[in-house]
């Protein structure tokens, strides 16, 4: 723009316009007109080649303007507050722009024709000039007049105020939105239930509330639903108790089949018939008869050894060279008093565990099957003690019948017998049903609490009712607290076995199908085989590694302190389908049962011998069922402590003690085996106490050392695990035959072995076996031991 004498040029995007003789009301044209194109967006004009193009500033005076015509009043177009905004608008963006170097070089951009609305005024007279070059070749910027005084106040740019409307509006929607969202957030809280939160998974009071639950009457009630419902088979069962349990709230529950190979009694009874003198015994001693009644007792029929060779078999008693049967019988000295069993028969397997035709692998489609029908090619018979009686031909004496009197055949008689075993074998399905209760912190390491359904008719008593009925009201009571939020830590399996008279077929088959996760996992295995087979005495039996655990759980759930005073926890081996875990697995086993004071003293053979037994039996034993109830919640006291304990509650000195307790009295080896002995307690001290105690300090439980510190722990038994054993026998050398020896059960048997065949051979084998057992244990302590020691100073 160029305040000169032919007027005012105004230089645009469209072109250069020319004003004619400016006067006061054309300068306030002028303003109105600059104002409009400001709005229209052309605050920014440019010039092309050398002109520049000025700007009105406030503080300027131009040429050919008289001060007494900028002091008269106000037009009324300035006294409108948006066209002073306006004006305000532009003197600051061309203020911007006069500063800016490098402005000489901006060129007019003719091409660019904005429509001007409203740019043009009738006070205004402009007309398109060409654009032409000043005198001095660019245009001049007139000097600012120090006496211009401004008639108007600043105020805020528009885009600022505008700008500041838009924040605030922003900011009030979002308090508005703020606001809204807590008072929906408080009422949808007051009205919906809070979700159930998870518990302390070992807190003392959650034991008490899970315990409380297990009631005698429940145990009994489920006692006698089992036995109403009509079984033909396995199967039929198995689905029984997969349905008790889902009714329970165990989600995860399913069938495991395995079609195996079982001995069942055929469709007569075996005999026994003296050759001299004709006469037929059925195994019990009676006499054969012909009678039906007598033909289809159940009792005659189960009397028999599982896996026995069959047919007919001519055999003396007591022949010097060769033999070709077997006459299996009780002493009656080792018969409790409590019951009558001199003129029982019994039921025996011969089958050491699992499928005959699948030794060492599962019966899944596809594996192949040995033809083994027999295990043995000897003829074997169970017989009363009455029957035996009998076939010496000892006197009867009323006087001496309740007498433990040896049985010996008089030198000078030999007599010949006709064995008839008439047993069938045939391949048959067997169910194990197995439920999964989840872990919240490890759920993949396994504790596992098995009972059994599968027993023969009669034989045995109820005791497959009794287990699956203290299982199954454990169950009961956990999963109340489960659906409240409770878990335990780690994962429980609860497992009812199929097939367990003839051999625990059932956990075998499963265990074998899924050995090498249950090698890696299981960390015990609670036993619930036959809770009740007496009333006098409270037996507990675990492993060295579980026995603390055991007597401490034993003192708070006594009934009656008169029939559990104390009783003592020992290691010796257990019947049932604790068998593979302990023999096969190495894995730390305990069970509760309630039995007579004069069993509990004897030989194992008692509880593999299965007598029949009235059904009344268990409710003659427990009529309350009370001692149902303590056996439940014993189970249960170990089994949550074991699932829910941060650091597994096993005591590694305790092995230690009793390996030593084990080598006391022995007559050979003994200094070699106490040597290894002491070095392995040295380690389990320092194991307890540099790693255990700590661990157990909730203020020094990290996860890490406290994962490595139990997986330590639950490998401890795997050890002593022996190749083999003899007949009989565990595998797992810390388990003795019975409560009348401490010494280890494999040694024993190897010095009576050298005593009849005069040769150390078997002694030596056997306590080089022991040796490199204890060894072993002692070896993986301190692996143990050092794993820490690395992973602290990793840490460091």
């Known amino acids: 723009m160029d305040l000169g004498r032919r007027g005012i040029m105004l230089a645009t995007g469209e072109g250069i316009w020319r004003l004619s003789q400016p006067g006061r009301s054309d300068l306030i044209s002028l303003y109105f007109s600059l104002a409009t194109l400001a709005s229209a967006g052309l605050t920014s004009p440019v010039c092309e080649n050398n002109f520049k193009c000025l700007h009105i500033y406030k503080k300027m005076a131009y040429h050919k303007v008289n001060a007494d015509q900028r002091a008269q009043g106000h037009s009324?177009?300035?006294?409108?507050d948006e066209l002073q905004a306006t004006a305000l608008d532009l003197e600051w963006d061309m203020e911007k722009e006069l500063e800016e170097p490098g402005f000489d070089h901006f060129r007019l951009d003719s091409a660019a024709q904005h429509h001007l609305g409203n740019s043009q005024s009738p006070d205004l007279d402009l007309e398109p000039i060409q654009p032409s070059s000043s005198p001095k070749g660019r245009f001049q910027r007139l000097q600012e007049d120090p006496d211009y005084i401004s008639h108007y106040t600043r105020q805020a740019p528009k885009s600022i105020r505008c700008s500041f409307f838009r924040i605030l509006k922003i900011f009030c929607t979002a308090l508005i939105l703020f606001i809204f969202g807590i008072v929906?957030?408080?009422?949808?809280?007051?009205?919906?239930?809070?979700?159930?939160?998870?518990q302390e998974p070992n807190n003392p009071q959650i034991y008490h509330e899970i315990l409380k639950e297990i009631k005698a009457e429940n145990i009994k009630q489920i006692y006698r639903d089992l036995l109403e419902f009509p079984r033909e088979d396995d199967a039929e069962l198995a689905m029984k108790i997969l349905g008790q349990w889902r009714s329970q709230g165990l989600e995860d529950v399913q069938l495991a089949n395995y079609s195996v190979l079982l001995d069942l009694p055929g469709p007569s009874s075996n005999t026994v018939t003296l050759q001299n003198s004709g006469e037929c015994f059925y195994p019990s001693g009676q006499r054969c008869s012909r009678d039906p009644k007598t033909l289809d007792s159940q009792d005659l029929l189960h009397s028999y050894a599982a896996y026995s060779a069959k047919g007919t078999l001519e055999l003396s008693l007591l022949e010097g060279a060769g033999f070709g049967g077997v006459l299996v019988y009780t002493d009656p000295c080792d018969l409790p008093k409590t019951s009558d069993l001199a003129d029982k028969a019994f039921m025996v397997s011969l089958n050491s565990g699992g499928d005959p035709s699948t030794p060492g692998y599962a019966s899944i489609?596809?594996?192949?099957?040995?033809?083994?029908?027999?295990?043995?090619?000897?003829?074997?018979q169970p017989i009363s003690a009455l029957l035996a009686r009998k076939l010496v031909s000892l006197p009867?004496?009323?006087a001496q019948k309740d007498r433990c009197t040896p049985l010996q055949l008089p030198a000078a008689v030999k007599k010949t017998i006709i064995l008839n075993i008439q047993s069938v074998t045939t391949y048959k399905t067997i169910s194990n049903v197995i439920g999964y209760l989840k872990g919240a912190v490890f759920p993949d390491r396994y504790v596992v609490i098995g009972s059994h359904h599968s027993d023969l008719k009669g034989y045995g008593g109820h005791g497959w009712a009794s287990s699956t009925a203290v299982i199954t009201a454990l169950l009961q009571a956990l999963m109340p607290e489960v659906k409240r939020g409770w878990r335990p830590d780690r994962t429980l399996l609860f497992c009812s076995w199929g097939g367990t008279a003839l051999g625990n077929v059932g956990s075998y088959e499963w265990a074998e199908d899924l050995r090498s996760v249950l090698q890696r996992n299981v960390v015990a295995y609670i036993?619930?085989?036959?809770?009740?087979?007496?009333?006098?005495?409270?037996?507990?039996?675990?492993?060295?590694?579980?026995q603390q655990l055991a007597a401490e759980s034993q003192s708070f759930h006594c009934v009656e302190n008169a029939r559990c005073p104390g009783s003592n926890v020992s290691s010796v081996q257990i019947q049932g389908d604790s068998d593979y875990f302990i023999n096969h697995l190495g894995v730390p086993a305990t069970q509760f049962s309630y039995e007579d004071i004069k069993a509990s003293e004897n030989s194992s053979f008692l509880s593999e011998a299965l007598f029949p037994v009235p059904a009344t039996k268990t409710e003659e034993l427990d009529p309350s069922f009370s001692l149902h109830e303590t056996i439940a919640k014993l189970t249960g006291q170990v089994t949550l402590q074991i699932a829910t304990d941060p650091v597994l509650p096993f005591n590694a000195l305790d092995i230690a003690l009793e390996v030593q307790n084990s080598l006391k009295g022995d007559e050979a080896g003994v200094p070699q085996l106490l040597a290894v002995a002491s070095r392995l307690r040295d380690m389990a001290e320092l194991f307890q106490s540099d790693e255990m105690r700590p661990a157990n300090d909730p203020k020094e439980r990290a996860p890490v050392r406290v994962r490595m510190l139990n997986d330590v722990l639950q490998g401890l038994e795997k050890s002593f695990l022996l190749h083999q054993a003899p007949p009989g026998l565990y595998r797992n050398i810390l388990y003795r035959l019975d409560d009348r020896t401490s010494q280890f059960s494999v040694l024993l048997e190897a010095l009576e072995h050298c005593k009849l065949h005069q040769s150390n051979e078997t002694v030596q084998a056997a306590l080089s076996e022991v040796l490199n057992s204890i060894n072993s244990a002692q070896v993986y302590f301190k692996a143990g031991l050092d794993v820490f020691e690395t992973a602290l100073a990793g840490k460091k």
């Open 76 to 80: 009324p177009y300035l006294d409108n």
């Open 396 to 398: 009867e004496d009323t």
């Open 527 to 546: 036993s619930l085989h036959n809770p009740v087979t007496g009333n006098s005495t409270l037996r507990p039996v675990a492993s060295p590694s579980l």
């Open 184 to 198: 929906i957030g408080y009422y949808a809280r007051k009205k919906c239930p809070s979700p159930p939160t998870s």
């Open 365 to 380: 489609d596809g594996s192949y099957r040995q033809n083994r029908l027999n295990l043995t090619a000897l003829l074997v």
